[in-house]
C-alpha cells in the first residue's frame, strides 16, 4: 500500500483541493429541487477527500523516515518563481482535522440544516478548498488566494438560514475579515520590497541576510502580517467578533468554523518557525513575547467568558478562544518538546469544539420544546415551596409515577453523555485527550531539557505563569460546563426526550470517538507530534526540499537528456557493435582484433614514456 500511494505522490496532494473545487462547480449546474443529490455528492467528495488524507498522512509518516515532505509545482516552474505545495507532518494533520470535522458537519446538517438555504452545499464545499488551500500552499500569495476563497464561502456559510441575528453578525464578520484581508496585503506588499520574494522557503533563507537599515521596516512587516493571522487566530484582543458569529452560525456550520481559528494558529506556527527560528539571524524569535503574553491573556479572555455565558453556543466559542489562546502561548516558547504537546492538544480541542456546537443545537432545540420554558427562569425552586420547605409528594409527578428511579429516555442520555465527554475534554480532565495533550506542555514547562531533545529553553516566569494558566481556565471551564450541564440536564425532571435523528447522532459520536481514539494511540501520536515538532524547528529541511525541487523537463527536453546521458552513448555503442559489417570490408578474426589492440596498447605505452622523457 505504501509503495502504490508513493507512486501517486505528488499528484496526490492535488486531491483535497481539486475534488471539492470540481464538486462545488459541478453542483453549481443543479438547481435547489435537487438537494438531496447535492447532498449524496457533497458526502461522496467529502468521504474519498478523507480517505486521500488518510493516505497522505501515512505517505508523510514512514517508518524509519525522520522527515518526509512532498513538494508539488503546478506550473512545473521551480521554487521561488513558480507555484509550489508541500506536504509536511504539520500539514497531513491539519488536512485529516478539516476532512473529519467537515464530514461530521456535513452528516449533521443532513437532518435538516442544508435545506435552510440556497447554495449550501457548493459554499461547503468551496470551505474545504480553501481550508486545504491553505495548510498546502508555500507561497504567501496563493495563501492570500485560498484566504479569500475561504472567507467568501464562510460569508455565505454564515448567512446560511437567514434571520436577523445572522444577517447582523453576518455584517460584522465581513467587516473585520475584510480588514484582516487589507492588512494581509499590506504586509505581504512590504515582505516583497524587502526582500523580493513570496516563497516560503525563500523568505527563510533572505531574512538573515536582509540589511540592517531595513530590518525594522522587516519587522513591521511581520507584525502587520501577524496581525491578519492573529485576527483569524482569535487572539485578544482582536477576537470580539468570533462569539456572536460562531453562535449565530447554524450548527454544522460553526462547528466547521471551529477549523477557522486554527487556520490562523497554523500559519502563525508555519511561518513563525520558518522565518524567524533559532537561525534568522538578527530576527530571530521576533514577537515570542507578544505570541506568549497575548496568548494567555487570551487563555484567561476565554476562560471568564464560558463561565459568563449563559447559552450553549456563546460557551463553544469561547472554548475555541480558549483553545486558541493556548496554542499560541505554547507556540511563542520555541520549543520542540513543547509544540509537540500543542500538535497534540489540537485535534482533540478542535474536535470537542465542533462536537460541543452539534450538541448545542440539539440541547437548544430540546428546550425550545419544552412549554414550561427554561427552569432557572422560574420564581420558584423546582423542589421546593415559597417557605423553602420540601413540598409534598415532590418525589411525585401528575401521574402519581415515581421522579427518582424513573429511566432515563435514550436520546437524552446519549445528549447527556456526549456533553460529559465534551466537559472532560476541554477542560483537560483525564482520562481522555484533552488530559494528555495539557499534560504534555506542563511537562515540557516543568522540564524544559526533557531528555536532551529540545533547545533547553529556561522557563522564567512567563513559564510559571502558563502553568498556572493551564491549570485554572482549566478548572473554571470546568466549572462552567458542569454548571451548564446541571442546568439543561439535571435541574428540570419534567422535561420530555429530546428528537434526536441518527444524522445528528452519529457525527458527534464520530467526534467523540475520534478524541477516545487519540487517548488509546496516545503513544502513536505524540510520536507522530514529535517528529512533526523536530522537522517545524528545523527549517533547512524545508527550505532545501522546497528550493531544491527540479522541474519535470518537457518531452523534447527529456528526449534530449536522454540522448546526451552516458547510458544513451552506452546503448549506442553496443547497438553498433551489433550491426552488420560494411560490404567489402570482413569482419576481423577475434585473434587479429586481439593481436592488433595489443600493438596499440603498447604503442600508446611508448608515446607516453617518451613524452615523460621529454620533460625536464
Known sequence: MTQWIANLMPHLMLAPIMLPMFTAALMLFLREEHQRFKLGMNLISTVIGLASVIMLLGWTNQAGAPVTMAVYMPGNWPAPFGIALALDRLTALMLLVTYVVALAALMFSAARWHRAGVHFHPLFQLQLMGLCGAFLTADLFNLFVFFEIMLAASYGLLLHGSGRTRIQSGLHYIAINLAASSLFLIGVSMLYGITG???MADLARAIPQVHEADRGLLHAAAGILGTAFLIKAAMWPLNFWLVPGYSAATAPVGAVFALMTKVGVYVILRLWTLLFSSEAGASALFGSSWL??????????????????QRLTHMAGFAAILSSGTLLAATGF??????????????SSTLAVSALFLIADVVDRWRADEEEGE????DEAPFLNAELLPSVGFNLDEHEELLIGRAFPAAAAFVGLSFMVCTLLISGLPPLSGFVGKFAMLTTLLNPLGL???NGMLMGWMGWLMVALLIVTGLMALVALTRAGIRHFWANPEQNA????VAEGLPIALLLLCCVALTVKGNDVMRYTQRAA???HSPDVYVQTVLGMEPVP?????????QASPQAAARAAALAMEEPPVEGISAPEPEVELQALGAMKLKTSGNALAHKEMRP
Open 197 to 199: 520574494t513570496l516563497n
Open 534 to 536: 523536530n522537522a517545524l
Open 554 to 562: 518537457a518531452p523534447k527536453e527529456k528526449k534530449a537528456l536522454e
Open 292 to 309: 506568549i503574553l497575548g496568548g494567555m491573556v487570551t487563555m484567561a479572555f476565554g476562560a471568564i467568558g464560558m463561565l459568563g455565558s
Open 375 to 378: 427552569p432557572y427562569e422560574d
Open 452 to 454: 536532551g531533545t529540545s
Open 498 to 501: 429530546p428528537s434526536l435523528q
Open 334 to 347: 520555541g520549543e520542540n518538546l513543547l509544540t509537540a504537546g500543542l500538535l497534540y492538544y489540537l485535534p
